[in-house]
């Protein structure tokens, strides 16, 4: 199985960035595909981006959660997933889980589901 650490959350003001990475060891990284989600006190886990086996392929929320603020990317020799978010918003507050689904094609997955393995989570906390 393969094992995931987030890091690189923390308290940043509405409008900052930050760079969240996730590193993965025990299996080989290009067997999985990946993916961001993110959970809110007293609320379900929610999707956030995802990226295929060779990073080709990438995806995120269909909401302004995501989509043109938040970068998803991977770096297969280093074992290393990344989510960059720009202007963040207090709203972006949550932990925020970096998962792995073991796959033989060139898919992404959008459902908590789908993937087998994850991090302990790190938080993010956006003040307005």
């Known amino acids: 199985q393969v094992q995931l650490v987030e890091s690189g959350g923390g308290l940043v003001q509405a409008g900052g960035s930050l760079r969240l990475s996730c590193s993965a060891s025990g299996r080989t990284f290009t067997w999985y595909a990946m993916g961001w989600f993110r959970q809110a006190p007293g609320k379900e886990r929610l999707f956030v981006a995802a990226?295929?086996?060779?990073?080709?392929?990438?995806?995120?929320a269909d909401s302004d959660s995501a989509k043109g603020r938040f970068t998803i990317s991977r770096d297969n020799a280093k074992n290393m997933l990344y989510l960059q978010m720009n202007n963040l918003k207090p709203a972006d507050t949550a932990v925020y889980f970096c998962?792995?689904?073991?796959?033989?094609?060139?898919?992404?997955?959008?459902?908590?589901?789908?993937?087998?393995?994850w991090g302990q989570g790190t938080q993010v906390t956006v003040s307005s």
């Open positions: 990226i295929s086996r060779s990073g080709i392929t990438t995806y995120y």
């Open positions: 998962a792995a689904n073991r796959t033989n094609t060139g898919d992404y997955y959008v459902a908590p589901s789908e993937y087998s393995y």
